[in-house]
Every structure is written in structure tokens, then in C-alpha cells.
């Protein structure tokens, strides 16, 4: 990784092209991709099992899209007893933090005559994209898990998962049980933007959705902001990224690791280290060089490394926090001798890691917060997926009849303000 001091000119070029990177979608990608969604909401199925075809799956059909009992009874079979017990403790976990979001609705009679208040419903159909390159050589287990609880809680009715089937057109056994472990009612063999058009506009075998969530490639990411409006969508969930602040107190092995841990999620995924110590940077640069050797992912990691990975050497942790505030990154981690002290610097981030044993994979798999997160600097604005995203709120609104003639007075000059004379007539015909 290559070491800057920051700032400088070259620093904020580098800084600039890494934070650009998620949302700067090619013209051809963007008309590719609309394409696909368009082919999906005219043919539904057909389409679907196209290109699921084409780019996954050569021989699957209409009829295998869903995927069956039977397959589910078979996987349960395959997995080993060790997954079942770190599946049930990731599980139980998860279940427990996101219970804490769970909203009431409320009514407050405070103001004499009305009845205000908040009713809380969740949507009728959620969609969960699971993401699965190479024919599921990538089973992220952890994001079933990571979608689908926080539907279930919130008391969506109805959850399809998606995720791209194997070329043999089988789901990865993994992905199966936990599905079922978390309650998914139906999973479909089927990925990238065919799949969230699928659940955008339904098909003949794939149901509507009204809220799609999850985590996905820069075509998954792509084929949800086109559909969001549609349909309501988590957030822009791309590749993966981290940004470690580190003083000379971390230990440059696990800034290491850390960084590579999600360089190794895709080639577009990003990995800066933030420090004040000179000394941290050149041992942590020369650690990475030798992890990324021994990784099976070394290929993808190294190409993130490359074009989107960066080493910064600050002056002192207030400019840290300044710039990763200015990055706004998915996932934070302070290896530093206070970060208890320091998080009041941090106000963007989608999740911040404390401490020396507290690596970012503590979050993706176990700690119970969620781990779909804002990238791509939306965490200016974005939060964690989280049971929110699964509910709706509809304002309840009751009037006496004394509290309406109260305040007619100040209505109809409102309306007629606006020029809207129905609105004044619908209260004046109450008066007479
Ligand atoms: N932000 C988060 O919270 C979060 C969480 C987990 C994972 N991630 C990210 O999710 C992503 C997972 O990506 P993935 O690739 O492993 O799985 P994926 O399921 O998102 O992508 C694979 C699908 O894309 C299709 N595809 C391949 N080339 C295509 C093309 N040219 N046009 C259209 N579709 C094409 C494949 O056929 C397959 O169906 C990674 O970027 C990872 O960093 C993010
Ligand atoms: N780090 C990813 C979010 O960016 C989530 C994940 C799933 N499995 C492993 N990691
Ligand atoms: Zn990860």
C-alpha cells in the first residue's frame, strides 16, 4: 500500500478517486442495467430465468427458480454441527440487538379535544438480496441472517431472499439452513439486478415487494437506486469498505489484517489506514505485503489494495477524525489508546470498532448489530439496516367538535392564504 502524508495535493487526489468510487456508475452499466430491469417488469419469469442463464445457472428453469423443501431438507443434511451452534449464537445475538429498534405506535390526548398520535405497521412483502458471486463461492451467510431478522421482528409477513444460484443451479447449502434457522418464506435462485427488479415489480413465481433490502454489487447497488421509489430500498450498500485510525499504541499485524479483511470482498472494496505515527505506517504497509500472500482472495484483495486502498500519515488524530469524518466510511475502526474518548470527534460512520479486540469481523458475523451498512460516503446521511427500515408510520389524527370551532378561525386564513378555497369550505361548512 502506498504511504502519503496528508494533506498534500497527491493525498486528496488519491482520497478524492477512493470516495468516488462506489456511486460513479458507467453510462453503459447505467443503460445496461435499466435494460435488465425493464426486460424483467415486461416478462417477467422468462426474463428472470434468462439471464440467470446467461450469467449464473445455464440449465435453470421457471419451474427450479423456487427453491423447494426438499432442497432445504437436503442442506440441513450437509452442514456440520459446529455451524449449527455458531449459526445459533450469531442468530440469537443478532435477534437481541435489533429488538432494542423495535418502535411503539403512540397517542397523546395532551391538547384538550384531539387525539394525536403514531401508528407503527410494517410493510406487507420485504425482499433480501444475499449476495453470492462465483456460484455461491461466496455464501454470505451472515447477511441472510442480517436482513431477514430484522424483517421478522419488525413483523413483515412475507420475506423472499434472492441470491445468484451456483452454476449447477443449487443454492449453497450454508445460505439454506440459515434461511430457514431465521424464518425466510421463500428463496429464489436468482441475483444481480434481475433479482431486484424481480422483487420491484413481481413475476409470475416472485412476489412484490415493498421494501428490498441488502447488501450487493455495483449492479445490485445500481438496479436499487433505480427501483427505489418503486419500491422503498435500505440504502446504497455497495462494496465493502474500512478506514482504520491508528496511533503508535495499535499493533501493525491486526491494522493489517483489518484493512485486508475487507479488501478481500471485492476489487472495487476500499482500505485506508489514517495514522500520526510515521513508524505505524511503514510496519503496517510492509505486514499487508505479507498477509495478502496467504489470503485465497489475494488476487481480489490486492486489486482493491491497488486502485483503492491508501495509507495516511496525519499530523495528529484531530485531522484524522476530520478526514474520516470527510470520508464518511461503512466501517470505522479506532485503534487508538482512547477511543472512548475520542468517538465524540466521529460523526460519519456506519459502525465504529473500539479498541485492539474489536476487528470489523466482530460486526459482520456475531456483536448482533447489523452489518449492512452506508457505503460510498452515504453515511453522511444513511444508517445501519436496522427493523425501521421494515415499518411504516401512519399519523392518527381525532378532533372534538368544540377544539375543531376553536381553531376553524386559523385554518380557513391558512387555506385562503394558499388560494385553495375547497380546503377553506370543507372546515366553514362545519360552522354553519
Ligand atoms: N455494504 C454492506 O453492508 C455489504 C455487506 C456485505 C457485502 N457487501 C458487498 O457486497 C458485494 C457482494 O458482491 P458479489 O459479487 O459477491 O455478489 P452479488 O450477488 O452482489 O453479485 C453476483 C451477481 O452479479 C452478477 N453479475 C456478474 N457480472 C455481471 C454483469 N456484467 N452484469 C450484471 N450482473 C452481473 C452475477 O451473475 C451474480 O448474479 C461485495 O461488493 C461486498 O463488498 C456489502
Ligand atoms: N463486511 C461486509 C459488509 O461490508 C459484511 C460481511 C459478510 N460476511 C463477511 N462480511
Ligand atoms: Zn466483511
Known amino acids: 500500500m502506498k504511504i502519503y502524508n496528508y494533506p498534500s495535493e497527491s493525498a486528496k487526489i488519491k482520497v478524492i478517486a477512493i470516495s468516488n468510487r462506489g456511486l460513479d456508475f458507467r453510462k453503459e452499466d447505467i443503460a445496461e442495467i435499466t435494460r435488465i430491469i425493464e426486460d424483467v417488469r415486461e416478462n417477467g419469469d422468462k426474463a428472470v430465468v434468462k439471464y440467470t442463464k446467461r450469467f449464473d445457472a445455464p440449465d435453470l428453469t421457471a419451474e427450479s427458480l423456487q427453491v423447494t423443501p426438499d432442497e432445504t431438507d437436503i442442506a440441513e443434511k450437509e452442514v456440520d454441527k459446529a455451524f449449527i451452534k455458531s449459526l445459533d449464537r450469531a ?4 435477534k437481541a440487538f435489533h429488538k432494542h429498534q423495535l418502535s411503539k405506535s403512540w397517542i397523546n390526548t395532551e391538547r384538550p379535544g384531539t387525539l394525536l398520535g403514531q401508528m407503527v405497521n410494517p410493510v406487507g412483502a420485504a425482499g433480501v438480496y444475499v449476495p453470492g458471486a462465483k456460484g455461491g463461492m461466496t455464501p454470505l451467510v451472515s447477511s441472510v441472517l442480517m436482513g431477514v431478522i430484522p424483517a421478522k ?11 445468484p444460484p451456483t452454476k449447477e443451479g443449487t443454492v449453497n447449502p450454508y445460505l439454506l439452513v440459515a434461511a430457514k434457522k431465521v424464518g425466510a418464506d421463500a428463496i429464489f435462485k436468482a ?15 416472485i412476489p412484490k415487494a415493498d421494501v428490498i433490502v441488502g447488501p450487493g454489487n455495483i449492479y445490485v447497488t445500481l438496479a436499487k437506486k433505480i427501483v427505489s421509489g418503486t ?14 485510525i491508528a496511533d503508535h499504541t495499535a499493533n501493525p499485524e491486526f491494522i493489517a489484517a483489518d484493512l485486508l479483511s475487507q479488501a478481500e470482498h471485492d476489487p472495487l472494496s476500499s482500505a485506508i489506514l489514517v495514522t500520526d505515527s510515521e513508524a505505524i505506517a511503514k510496519a503496517a504497509a510492509a505486514a499487508v505485503e505479507k498477509q495478502v500472500e496467504c489470503l485465497s482472495r489475494k488476487e481480489i484483495a490486492r486489486e482493491s489494495l491497488e486502485k483503492y486502498g491508501v495509507i495516511l500519515v496525519v499530523p495528529d488524530l484531530a485531522a484524522a477524525a476530520e478526514l474520516a469524518n470527510r470520508i464518511a466510511p461503512e466501517h470505522l475502526e479506532l485503534q487508538i489508546k482512547d477511543p472512548f474518548e475520542y468517538i465524540g470527534q466521529i460523526r460519519n460512520a456506519g459502525a465504529i470498532f473500539m479498541g485492539n479486540y474489536t476487528p470489523e469481523p466482530v460486526g459482520d458475523y456475531i456483536a448482533g448489530p447489523n452489518h449492512v451498512l452506508p457505503t460510498a460516503g452515504t453515511a453522511r446521511f444513511a444508517s445501519a439496516l436496522s427493523v425501521d427500515h421494515f415499518i411504516k408510520k401512519t399519523s392518527l389524527i381525532h378532533y372534538s367538535e368544540a377544539t ?4 376553524a378561525e386559523d385554518i380557513v386564513r391558512l387555506a385562503e392564504i394558499e388560494g385553495l378555497d375547497a380546503h377553506a369550505n370543507s372546515v366553514k361548512i362545519r360552522l354553519k
Open 191 to 205: 441475483g444481480s439486478a434481475w433479482a431486484i427488479a424481480a422483487l420491484a415489480y413481481g413475476t409470475e413465481t
Open 153 to 163: 421482528i419488525a413483523g413483515v409477513r412475507h420475506v423472499s431472499m434472492m441470491t
Open 91 to 94: 442468530v440469537s445475538q443478532i
Open 231 to 244: 419500491v422503498g430500498i435500505d440504502m446504497i450498500a455497495g462494496p465493502s469498505e474500512i478506514l482504520v
Open 404 to 407: 375543531f370551532k376553536k381553531e
